[in-house]
């Protein structure tokens, strides 16, 4: 590949190195040149672009990152279509996620134009969650460097998704007059969520004496009913002959730990009796905060037995504590039966675009008045009246009069400077300002008069029902409209969207699930013009009486 500065003349059939706008002529980083694009360039009075030239034997961006998806065939794990010469790979079922450092090494020496980013080994994932990353630096890479990555990225073991299997756990909780019965009960609720989420059941506790004796004998019992068997003490371990560990012993199953190189998680027994594990898990458990006991709990769930070394090779990366980063990714609001009790969904209210449709005599469409209020109040209003958490306004085009309008009303203002590149900046910017609590964000045109709060609390009712990991779209019949609400593994992939894309981009990459959710003709009417807004009953700007 030939990179650098040509003259006009030698561009055409090129690839352009950097993106270009001329007036409304916008090419894209990575475009093809064409004759009609060089004579616009040189109307611009440009002489020279940067570009790319293939040689033989050269593979494009897009074909090098696709190629290389296609060659990690990998059960669980789906390839999103490349884009800017990269493929994000996303999990179809919760799992582990497993890696072999010394294979995605060697993949990386091979050509530092082709890489491969994953998570970290025995990462506990949900499905539609991004896990990998396969990205070409330059705009072509060698077909020599390609074929050896391709063969690489093969190899069994680079990186693999084990799907949890659900299980029937036990619970025994220890008493003694120091615990509260509502540390207990919270206790449970916590591991009813955490199990949850590899569809595995808390199928009964049992709360007896703090004693090895009494422990002993539930293990012995549930040991026969039950896959897993979870212990929480009223006091903490503090001796391998301590009252959970000499349960084990007395119950005739084995200890395989007691202690673990992690932070919160110290205080962990790991046992069995017969082929049912046993975990005393460490008090930090009884808080949704990370710590020792998901990770063990994890390997668990995803058919791994892990072993006294295993444990003791957890200390680097164990130090949990204090990580901000790291802010209660255990905590769900899904219930036993799956649906999360409470989906917290913020709106982005996207009302940045030029509105060029109107034409100049018509004003702003979003500054028209339905029933005495501007649309774009209105639409505010609607989002405040659901049962969405926070509202976030992008603004852009016309942002002073905009956000004038929506003057003493409780949203979040942000501003696209970008606005003109299109939708998927805008989209970016609203998800950027989103709370990082947010289970998913409920993207909202600004030019749909006719929905109201029912409609996008329906919306939201559905995304809380499948668990927060499906899209959720409204539609008319059979014909798909807006809104749409994107779980929040969908929002690293959107944040490279860019260009006049929005939504529709993550729903055809076909990685997460959609759920069409019927609201009626009011997924479907925008008022994309003067005669739009007046047939919906509305003013246009430019036809207010003033004064």
Same mark, same amino acid.
């Given at each position: 590949m030939k990179f650098g500065p040509v003259a006009l003349l030698e561009a055409e059939g090129a690839v352009l190195a950097h993106s270009l706008a001329l007036g409304r002529m916008r090419l894209k980083k990575g475009h093809v040149l064409t004759a009609d694009n060089l004579e616009q360039i040189r109307q611009g009075g440009i002489d020279t672009v940067i570009v790319a030239r293939l040689e033989a034997g050269d593979v494009g961006e897009d074909a090098s990152a696709e190629a290389l998806s296609r060659a990690f065939s990998?059960?669980?794990?789906? %390839?999103?279509?490349?884009?800017?010469?990269?493929?994000?790979?996303?999990?179809? *079922?919760? @799992?582990?996620?497993? %890696?072999?450092?010394?294979?995605?090494? &060697?993949?990386?020496?091979?050509?530092?134009?082709i890489t491969f980013a994953c998570l970290a080994d025995h990462t506990a994932v949900q499905a539609g969650e991004m896990v990998a990353t396969i990205k070409i630096i330059p705009l072509a890479v060698t077909g020599n460097s390609l074929d050896r990555a391709k063969a690489a990225i093969a190899a069994p073991g680079l990186a693999h998704l084990l799907p949890f299997r659900p299980v029937r756990a036990g619970l025994i909780s220890t008493v003694l007059p120091s615990l509260k019965a509502s540390v207990m009960d919270k206790t449970r609720g916590l591991l009813v969520a955490r199990l949850a989420l590899s569809g595995s059941s808390l199928a009964e506790e049992r709360r007896v004496a703090h004693d090895a004796d009494a422990v002993a004998g539930e293990i012995v019992r549930m040991a026969s009913v039950h896959e897993m068997i979870i212990v929480f003490g009223a006091s903490a371990v503090t001796d391998p002959q301590d009252v959970i560990p000499a349960a084990i012993w007395k119950a005739g199953g084995h200890v395989e730990r007691v202690g673990m190189p992690v932070d919160p998680g110290n205080l962990l027994v790991l046992g069995s009796v017969g082929a049912?594990?046993?975990?005393?898990?460490?008090? *930090?458990?009884?808080?949704?905060?990370?710590?020792?006991?998901?990770?063990?709990?994890?390997?668990? +769930?995803?058919?791994?037995?892990?072993?006294?070394? $295993?444990? &003791?090779?957890?200390?680097?990366?164990?130090l949990l504590k204090e990580i901000p980063t790291r802010p209660q990714p255990r905590q769900t609001n899904a219930s036993a039966s799956g649906r999360m009790a409470r989906a917290s969904v913020g709106v982005v209210l996207l009302a940045a675009g030029r509105a060029s449709r109107m034409g100049e005599q018509a004003g702003h469409k979003l500054l028209a008045e339905f029933d005495g209020e501007t649309l774009i109040r209105r639409m505010a209003g609607t989002a405040l009246s659901s049962k969405a958490a926070e509202t976030v306004v992008?603004?852009?085009?016309?942002?002073? $009069?905009?956000?004038?309008?929506?003057?003493?009303? $409780?949203?979040?203002?942000?501003?696209?400077? #970008?606005?003109?590149?299109?939708?998927?900046?805008?989209?970016?910017?609203? +998800?950027?300002?989103? @709370?990082?609590? *947010? #289970?998913?964000?409920?993207?909202?045109?600004?030019?749909?008069?006719?929905?109201?709060?029912?409609?996008? $609390?329906?919306?939201?009712? &559905?995304?809380?029902?499948? !668990?927060?990991?499906?899209?959720?779209?409204? *539609?008319?019949?059979?014909? !798909? @409209?807006?809104?749409?609400?994107?779980?929040?593994?969908?929002?690293?992939?959107?944040?490279?969207?860019?260009?006049?894309?929005?939504?529709?981009?993550?729903?055809?990459? @076909?990685?997460?699930?959609?759920? #069409?959710?019927?609201i009626g003709a009011a997924a479907r009417l925008d008022v994309d013009t003067p005669e739009a807004v007046r047939e919906a009953g509305g003013v246009t700007e430019n036809t207010l009486p003033t004064g």
């Open positions: 990998v059960p669980g794990i789906r %390839a999103a279509n490349a884009s800017t010469g990269r493929v994000n790979l996303h999990t179809d *079922c919760a @799992g582990l996620f497993r %890696a072999d450092k010394g294979l995605v090494n &060697a993949f990386n020496a091979i050509d530092p134009a049912v594990p046993v975990i005393g898990a460490p008090g *930090c458990a009884r808080s949704p905060k990370e710590n020792g006991f998901d990770w063990v709990l994890a390997r668990i +769930l995803a058919g791994e037995t892990p072993t006294s070394m $295993d444990i &003791a090779r957890m200390g680097v990366g164990g992008v603004t852009g085009h016309r942002s002073a $009069d905009i956000e004038a309008s929506l003057k003493g009303l $409780d949203v979040s203002l942000v501003h696209n400077g #970008d606005y003109e590149t299109g939708m998927a900046s805008s989209l970016k910017t609203g +998800l950027a300002a989103l @709370g990082s609590e *947010c #289970d998913g964000a409920l993207v909202l045109l600004g030019d749909m008069p006719a929905l109201t709060a029912a409609h996008l $609390d329906r919306l939201i009712e &559905a995304f809380a029902d499948h !668990r927060g990991r499906a899209i959720v779209r409204a *539609c008319d019949g059979e014909r !798909r @409209g807006n809104p749409v609400i994107l779980p929040a593994s969908t929002f690293a992939e959107a944040m490279e969207l860019t260009g006049d894309v929005g939504a529709r981009a993550l729903i055809e990459s @076909g990685v997460w699930p959609v759920i #069409d959710v019927e």
